[in-house]
């Protein structure tokens, strides 16, 4: 689970880094047609940030039949139970972030990015269209 989490992140930040370079080739040329790639590029993020919920929640799984295994046999050495204990312990401790936490991090900032640079275009394309407006509006008396 861990390696396929590893692989998917690694192919997630690939794909978006592949995105920027296509919005960066075609911004001098036509910034209008960046919209689309910007848009796939957050609906992308937001399926990373699915998935890492998804790997979080069958490593959990995992590690939940961990501790029954554990419970269950009691002449066992107790390993994870230990471990899930300390990890509670350092919780507390503000800078402790699991590694969906991290994940999630990576994922919202390019998430992020890409509504920014969204917002930018659409601003541009708003303010430039905005006194063709102003001119129709006034013609008509709206």
Request: include cysteine.
């Amino acid at each position: 689970t861990t390696d396929r989490r590893y692989s998917f992140n690694k192919f997630m930040i690939t794909i978006s880094t592949a995105l920027i370079a296509g919005i960066c080739a075609l911004l001098p040329h036509c910034p209008y047609c960046t919209i689309p790639i910007t848009l796939v590029g957050i609906i992308i993020c937001n399926a990373w940030i699915k998935q890492i919920n998804c790997f979080k929640t069958m490593v959990k799984i995992k590690y939940n039949s961990v501790k029954q295994i554990e419970k269950k046999y009691e002449n066992i050495l107790k390993t994870y139970i230990c471990e899930y204990q300390q990890r509670e312990q350092a919780k507390n401790n503000s800078s402790f972030k699991s590694f969906s936490e991290q994940e999630k991090i990576v994922a919202n900032a390019f998430k992020n990015g890409f509504i920014i640079y969204l917002c930018f275009i659409l601003g541009l394309f708003i303010f430039k269209i905005s006194p063709i407006l102003c001119f129709i509006c006034y013609l008509f008396k709206f």
